[in-house]
């Protein structure tokens, strides 16, 4: 249902509010069928509030939005689906391990895409933004050096 | 803990009193919209399905700003107060349950969105910034609300009949009840389908009776009735049914005969409406759909009597 809303109607994300109206659909479905999934959200979104100078608010296209210093480095739609930017080299090493994929999107970019599917999913996903976190805080750092 | 006790704790919980301030507001700007700026009955704007929602959502969200609420529970609370606005919609403002059932993806979203969206303004503690967003969204609901409104659509569907047209014209006019089982999930839960058809004359300006399953009738008048080729009615009075009730009129009907020249007809059904209810991009899926449906279970039983 993602995938095909995300194909074919894409093209409809940047009227005001729609994808966030979408996403916020996506959380009532999932708090009917699937409450878990919600709760797995909560625990990266406390987690990525513990790492210093990064704040939680809402992704332009529906979902919550991870930034440090202001700067998105990943983001979470209510489905489960974790969008994370890391770098290529970083992305090509993590792909070997089979867990993430191209991002759902942008398959040539640093972009990752990974799925929440159960519990044990939710230390991998922190693994991760802790990476796409050093990265930007690497990044930041180079800026100001 | 007695029930006295009880009460005066729930009363005095975040949570609660952001779902009921969050009501009270919609309901509040919804009553002085209707007295301060009177429009048609019936004709439901935009920004009561949009706006309003998102201002319950941010309300709530203001009223949980301490309350490290996770984003689960915020969820559950809104869904909450969605359910509550709904309920209140369904004593004080007389919807139907059909109807609500329609505009509640739009209030669920909205409100669940709003929190959200409440949520992060309030981290920020950006005051300036919150004020200017929620000027805005008033702004735009008085906007929209003092706007005029309205939205004319037509229906068009064809089925292929395997016979003549004289056949078919039969029982295009006038038709015996309708036996086939329902098979629109909203006729199956309690929307009215058509049932049955009759006319007072088979000729111009005859008056037709349109049956539907609950005993409504839809009386109509020929306006245009070319034998064996088409058949125009205009809609001149409709029942006052809690799930229309100003929110959508049914202007005319029309059913085209066009002769294939093979024994076939190919009978067209176009219908012209008038939507009061905003946003069109929202509810004119459903009023086509509702259309197309009603279309289809008049035109498939025609269908059946022809070809008999």
């Not at chain 1, 916020?24 to 708090?31: D, E, T």
């Not at chain 2, 359910?83 to 409100?111: D, Q, R, T």
């Not at chain 2, 289809?296 to 039983?301: C, G, K, P, S, T």
Request: with cysteine; charged share 20%; net charge neutral.
């Amino acid at each position: 249902m993602f995938s095909f809303v995300v194909r074919r109607l894409g093209f409809l994300k940047d009227i005001p509010l729609l994808a966030i109206l979408f996403d916020s659909l996506m959380r009532l479905w999932m708090f009917i069928a699937k409450p878990e999934l919600l709760h797995w959200i909560d625990d990266l979104e406390e987690n990525v509030e513990r790492m210093p100078g990064t704040t939680v608010g809402i992704h332009k296209y529906g979902g919550t939005a991870f930034n440090y210093s202001g700067k998105e480095f990943a983001h979470v739609h209510s489905n489960g689906l974790v969008d994370i930017l890391l770098n290529k080299e970083l992305k090509k090493s993590l792909m070997m391990d089979g867990k993430i994929k191209d991002h759902h999107l942008f398959k040539n970019s640093g972009w990752i895409s990974f799925y929440l599917y159960n519990k044990q999913d939710v230390a991998y996903a922190c693994y991760l933004l802790q990476k796409a976190y050093d990265r930007a805080r690497e990044k930041q750092n180079s800026v100001f050096c | 803990m007695s029930l006295k006790q009880t009460f005066y704790k729930v009363r005095s919980s975040k949570i609660v009193q952001g779902i009921l301030i969050a009501n009270i507001f919609a309901f509040l700007i919804i009553g002085m919209q209707s007295s301060l700026l009177p429009k048609d009955v019936g004709v439901l704007v935009f920004s009561e399905f949009v706006i309003i929602p998102l201002l319950m959502g941010i309300i709530m969200a203001w009223c949980w700003k301490d309350t490290s609420m996770r984003g689960t529970l915020i969820t559950a609370c809104s869904i909450l107060g969605s359910l509550m606005a709904i309920l209140l919609s369904f004593i004080f403002l007389g919807e139907g349950i059909i109807c609500l059932l329609i505009v509640s993806p739009l209030i669920f979203g909205f409100v669940i969105a709003g929190a959200f969206i409440g949520r992060s303004m309030f981290k920020k503690s950006n005051q300036k910034l919150n004020i200017s967003i929620v000027s805005l969204l008033l702004g735009i609901f008085i906007v929209d609300s003092l706007s005029d409104h309205h939205h004319e659509n037509m229906v068009s569907d064809e089925i292929l009949i395997h016979a003549s047209p004289a056949q078919v014209w039969q029982h295009v006019v006038a038709f015996d009840p309708i036996s086939q089982k329902e098979n629109y999930w909203l006729f199956n839960i309690g929307m009215p389908s058509p049932m049955a058809t009759t006319v007072s004359e088979h000729k111009l300006g005859a008056n037709r009776k349109c049956i539907f399953s609950n005993g409504y009738i839809f009386d109509e008048k020929i306006v245009k009735f070319d034998v064996n080729e088409n058949l125009v009615f205009d809609i001149i009075d409709q029942p006052k049914d809690p799930e229309i009730m100003g929110h959508i009129d049914i202007k005319r009907g029309q059913f085209i005969l066009k002769d294939n020249g093979n024994g076939t007809t190919t009978l067209i059904g176009n219908s012209w409406y008038n939507l009061h209810v905003f946003p069109t991009w929202y509810y004119d899926l459903w009023a086509e759909s509702i259309t197309r449906n009603v279309h289809f279970r008049v035109m498939e039983h025609i269908k059946l009597l022809s070809e008999r």
